[in-house]
């Protein structure tokens, strides 16, 4: 940690800080009504109360001048803060990134010493010097939240959480009630809505619930305290359309009519905006940004609405593009992207941008689940030729890169791994934006790209980058010591963030188990479970995402700035504290548990179901299932039996029997003949109340 002398600290001359807060000089003797508000607006924990009372402070007839003025240069961040949800404004820069709740926390808050001081510093002893410790400290901190350049650079991250921490300690000095502030430095503020255990059900249902009910609750708050009647949330549409990556578990593994109606509202609203008329973004900016405004919205639709034409034309468009404005034929003779920034009708392939990254495979996912569900020749021609590039850049070494190891970058049009002159692992400044596409950057999402074309095709060149990587895992054992950055070593090491979902989705789809050592050894809770009957690694899973559940509310919810950022509060901000902080929500854990996947939905999804009932109430567990089986744990949590259905998926074509039992007895609460007959089919059931059941659909022997 900094010194604690290292930054000026705020003037707070005349404040008292044992509880009720003392006048200062510029406030009149005898004011009780001043002090008053002043006091209640601080304690406040709900901005718009806060903005209510500062402003009857502000209408007092006989205020001081200098108190007036203070508050003059205070009201405006306070109602940027409060009431930025009825001054909505258009944000026409690149990536649209600053809606109604953010627009104000510019690069202009800074921390002290690096510009002028924002928001405006009040008078010497003023009384509302708390306040404005409060709005700038969270400014500061809210900066670091969102900005990667500034979190991955452990100096500049310490500069601006430093100073924000100092100045919310003043602040909570002179308003000890409020919650929030102390929220701040690290003391929980316990969940408002508690979810009782059932003695009934098992310990994973119990946990499950737990996470699937507040994370409801969490996307439910959103949809009726932010959403916007043309779909955005607040953030900018930038980062509002990447809300649905963690609302998956209960979007993409239950049918909530509330919750589809809000992901439309906004995938259908982005495409009305001038900047979408191409069907992709005409501003020019990042493979990051670019993709978002599309990928984000068309996939999750294409789950809500599989047969809806507009859905797949807009993602056909997407092929369209990559085939004949992003991509070129390199001097290697491989389809390449030519650069990092694009857009509907131009490109920047200028020496620094002109490069094709793991990322890319983003900007396309739509079209390769509409690969994945068609079977489309055009498609499979298109992907199977980009994705040779990657094999290539794998297979050999180059710029320092051990072979078999996939690169981040490669440069057009040369191929060159990296960039020259720079390690190849990190071809981009720490510093920069463009960090992003740096090692390993998004490569789940490539490896997740190369499994599906060695399914598609029945090829399985495609494997080969996955499986020389996982063997370099294997070969190389964690050190003592940390290994020589960018060796084969440290390479393995550094593996674990996207490795094991893909040979997870590569076990389930082919049952090959020669990566079950690194899997149970890496993968998830619930991976663990399939595989091998660990019921207590799922619990301790599903305990420590609940675990994230159990405090902190307003730091998902209101106090959230950036609505990309909105499950990121304590592993962006809480756990560079140094007292312990609680553990960031898994998503995705409960997305993996509800619909059988193991991997992330977002290239080659194998979800196996989605539960035709809402998220509440209700554990659902997929214990098994391949080409011709499908098995589910479920439990009821209400008082009455539930009618609901399962849309199953994956299954092959064929008569299946379909059966409910009760878990404890054996008892058979349900059997019906099903058929398949394509990629989707339906079954209604009767859940009984509390009460642990397996369903099971099995095909029917001849």
């Not at 000095?173 to 316990?190: D, H, K, S, W």
Request: net charge neutral; aromatic share 10%; hydrophobic share 40%.
């Amino acid at each position: 940690m900094l010194p604690k002398n290292r930054f000026p600290q705020p003037r707070l001359t005349g404040i008292l800080f044992f509880g009720a807060l003392a006048l200062t000089p510029a406030v009149p003797a005898g004011s009780n009504e001043i002090a008053e508000l002043i006091h209640r607006a601080g304690s406040a924990e709900d901005e718009a109360a806060r903005s209510r009372l500062l402003h009857q402070l502000e209408a007092l007839p006989d205020l001081d001048p200098t108190l007036r003025a203070d508050l003059g240069k205070l009201l405006p961040v306070v109602d940027d803060w409060a009431n930025g949800k009825s001054k909505v404004a258009v944000d026409h820069s690149r990536a649209a990134e600053n809606g109604y709740l953010c627009r104000f926390i510019t690069s202009k808050v800074k921390p002290a010493g690096a510009g002028p001081v924002h928001p405006p510093e009040p008078s010497p002893g003023s009384p509302l010097q708390p306040f404005w410790c409060l709005y700038r400290g969270r400014m500061l901190i809210w900066r670091v939240i969102q900005s990667g350049p500034l979190l991955r650079v452990p100096e500049r991250r310490e500069e601006y959480y430093g100073e924000g921490r100092r100045l919310l300690e003043m602040a909570v000095r002179a308003f000890p009630e409020n919650r929030v502030i102390r929220m701040y430095l690290g003391e929980p503020i316990p969940w408002p809505k508690p979810y009782a255990r059932d003695d009934a059900a098992p310990e994973w249902a119990n946990l499950q619930r737990e996470g699937l009910e507040k994370l409801t609750d969490i996307i439910c708050w959103w949809i009726d305290e932010r959403q916007l009647p043309d779909g955005q949330f607040g953030g900018g549409w930038g980062d509002d359309v990447e809300m649905w990556r963690w609302w998956a578990p209960v979007l993409l593994a239950f049918d909530d009519p509330k919750v589809n109606a809000a992901q439309e509202r906004l995938s259908s609203g982005i495409f009305l905006q001038p900047h979408m008329r191409l069907g992709f973004t005409s501003r020019l900016t990042d493979v990051e940004h670019s993709n978002e405004d599309t990928t984000d919205t068309i996939l999750p639709m294409l789950h809500l609405k599989p047969d809806d034409p507009l859905w797949k034309q807009r993602a056909m468009r997407l092929a369209e593009l990559m085939r004949g404005l992003w991509t070129g034929r390199n001097e290697r003779g491989f389809l390449q992207f030519k650069s990092i920034y694009f857009s509907a009708d131009r490109l920047d392939a200028s020496p620094p941008r002109a490069y094709d990254t793991v990322y890319h495979t983003a900007v396309v996912q739509p079209a390769l689940l509409c690969w994945q569900r068609t079977g489309d020749r055009a498609l499979g021609g298109l992907f199977g030729d980009w994705l040779k590039l990657w094999i290539d850049a794998t297979a050999r070494a180059g710029n320092g890169k051990p072979a078999g190891i996939m690169p981040s970058a490669v440069r057009w049009p040369d191929g060159f791994i990296g960039a020259p002159r720079e390690p190849w692992w990190q071809p981009f400044s720490p510093g920069h934006n463009d960090a992003l596409y740096n090692w390993p950057g998004a490569a789940r999402l490539m490896t997740g790209a190369l499994l599906l074309a060695s399914h598609m095709l029945e090829d399985e060149r495609y494997l080969e980058p996955i499986r020389s990587m996982a063997a370099i895992r294997l070969r190389n054992p964690d050190e003592t010591h940390p290994p020589a950055p960018g060796s084969e070593a440290w390479c393995a090491r550094n593996m674990g963030g996207f490795l094991p979902d893909t040979l997870a989705k590569y076990r389930f789809l082919t049952g090959d188990a020669a990566y079950d050592r690194l899997l149970l050894r890496e993968a998830s809770g619930y991976i663990q479970y399939r595989l091998c009957g660990d019921e207590r690694a799922l619990a301790r899973a599903l305990e420590r995402n609940a675990e994230a559940f159990r405090s902190n509310w307003e730091g998902y919810t209101s106090e959230m700035r950036w609505t990309d950022r909105v499950l990121s509060f304590s592993r962006n901000y809480l756990q560079y504290l140094p007292r312990p902080a609680p553990p960031a929500p898994a998503p995705d854990l409960l997305y993996f548990t509800a619909t059988g996947d193991p991997g992330s939905p977002l290239v080659f999804p194998l979800n196996r179901v989605r539960w035709i009932t809402p998220p509440r109430d209700l554990a659902a567990l997929v214990a098994g299932g391949g080409r011709h089986d499908f098995e589910a744990r479920l439990f009821n949590f209400g008082s009455a039996p539930r009618p609901m259905g399962a849309e199953l998926y994956l299954l092959a074509d064929g008569p299946y029997d379909c059966i409910l039992t009760a878990s404890a007895t054996g008892e058979v609460l349900f059997r019906r003949s099903h058929r398949v007959e394509g990629p989707r089919s339906r079954v209604a059931f009767e859940l009984p109340a509390r009460t642990l059941c397996l369903l099971r659909v099995e095909r029917k022997r001849d």
